[in-house]
Nanobody, 115 residues
């Protein structure tokens, strides 16, 4: 089992920044990918960014150039630095990990961007 706990969400004005954190615990040695996903109000959940165990990252189109995903292996934590936030970035942000043959999800952290 792997547990993921997100934090760092909140309310910010457009143009501002937030840094989300996701702490992993449990049998994390089997995890090969960690990602951030988001679900805006009334929409489906979509990928924001992913980070593989080899260090490669990928970003959704709306995240490129504004968001940066990173990790601290010593702390078993991944981060999502979000800059130049827009009102359309308002969503519930989830952290997920693929570990072995299973995928685990956190409960999410709300990000609200106001104009």
């Amino acid at each position: 089992q792997v547990q993921l706990t997100e934090s760092g969400g909140g309310s910010v004005q457009a143009g501002g920044s937030l840094k989300l954190s996701c702490e992993l615990s449990g049998q994390t040695s089997r995890c090969t990918m960690v990602g951030w996903y988001r679900q805006p109000p009334g929409q489906e959940r979509g990928m924001v960014s992913t980070l593989n165990s080899d260090g490669t990252t990928s970003y959704g189109d709306y995240a490129k150039g504004r968001f940066i995903m990173s990790r601290d292996n010593a702390e078993n934590t991944v981060y999502l630095q979000m800059n130049s936030l827009k009102t359309e970035d308002t969503a519930l942000y989830y952290c997920a990990a693929v570990c072995g043959t299973r995928q685990f999800w956190g409960r999410g952290t709300q990000v609200t961007v106001s104009s």
